[in-house]
């Protein structure tokens, strides 16, 4: 398994590097529901700072009434910002005796928009601590918001996540993957190995879906076997799974066996193609054909087909 550093020098260049992974293993597409997410995420964020910015600035919450007000609220313009995902649009408040209101945050976010919308998304995917995130928001937002403000964003993100990481899971899936992303965590002033362990499953109208993932310690039985209790749980019991795929790990086919015993496992086709790369003797000369010809059985459309191009493979 790769190791992916995700310090903040490199973070945007190995972000790119997962979402190829995710691409390969068919998890992100151009209108992938990741995607979908992570740019509501980011106009949610903007929008809930906005608001808080506002509130703070005139000395009230909305229909509060308070002594220590400046002015009220007069209606919303909209207010259109281009982020890494697409075009965003957040609604600001007017108001009504003229206070000039600054909105740090959006300037903020102006200046350094993929580099926020890059930890915006590793929050997701890690599901970091609240003191990781505050640092994080910290570093983009400065002095120039209190941390009242920041802490109730953070607070915004991490019920997004509880209710993600809690809602019911249906029983429609015919195929599970399973597989582990190495990371490079920072803790207590220093960078660990962790892995981000994460279920990807397709349902039986073929919709691909990330249905779970965690931030463990390791590929063993423990963590998996926690992660797909988890989702049993929470109701995908695997009536319909035919066949779950992971790579060669032995801690994760022993969960595998132990949570789901009548699917049928086989190795992930990704990590056979890596496995074929890798013992390529004359890799400069005939990789390139090779793995092109390889990945070909995988996208046949049909069993005939896929025959067709294994039987031609060996051939070659």
């Known amino acids: 398994m790769r190791s992916v ?9 190995q972000w790119q590097y997962v979402k190829r992974n995710f691409r390969e293993l068919g998890v992100l597409a151009n209108d992938d529901d990741f995607e979908r997410k992570a740019h509501q995420a980011v106009e949610d964020l903007m929008q809930k700072g906005i608001y808080e910015e506002f509130a703070e600035q005139i000395g009230a919450a909305r229909y509060e009434h308070a002594p220590s007000r400046l002015d009220e609220r007069k209606g919303e313009y909209q207010r259109f910002f281009t982020t890494t995902f697409g075009t965003s649009k957040v609604m600001v408040p ?5 206070l000039k209101i600054r909105y740090s945050l959006f300037d903020k976010y102006q200046r350094r928009q993929k580099k926020f919308d890059n930890m915006i998304v590793l ?4 599901g970091l601590s609240e003191r990781k995130q505050r640092k994080f928001f910290r570093s983009f937002i400065g002095d120039a918001v209190s941390h009242t403000t920041a802490s109730r964003l953070l607070k915004n993100l991490e019920v997004d996540l509880a209710e993600y990481r809690t809602r019911p899971v249906e029983d429609t899936y015919k195929y599970l993957l399973i597989d582990g992303l190495w990371v490079s965590v920072m803790s207590n002033g220093r960078l660990r190995k962790m892995v981000i ?22 590929e063993t039985e423990q963590e998996v076997s926690g992660l797909l209790n988890d989702i049993y749980r929470r109701g995908l019991e695997g009536k319909h799974v035919k066949v779950v795929a992971s790579d060669g790990a032995p801690g994760i086919r022993q969960a595998i066996a132990l949570v789901y015993p009548y699917a049928k496992w086989q190795l992930c086709h990704t990590h056979k193609l890596r ?3 890798s013992n390529i003797q004359h890799k ?11 990945s070909g059985i ?12 294994f039987n031609r493979f060996c051939d070659k």
């Open 5 to 13: 550093n995700f310090s903040p020098e490199n973070l945007a260049v």
């Open 94 to 98: 007017r108001t009504r005796e003229g």
């Open 123 to 126: 929050s997701m995917i890690l």
């Open 197 to 218: 362990m994460f279920v990807l499953g397709i349902t039986l109208d073929n919709k691909k879906e990330i249905i779970a993932f965690k931030l463990a310690k390791g």
């Open 275 to 277: 496995n074929l790369s």
């Open 284 to 294: 400069t000369k005939r990789r390139r054909q090779m793995m092109a010809q390889a």
């Open 298 to 309: 995988y996208r046949s459309g049909s069993r005939r087909q896929a025959i067709k191009h």
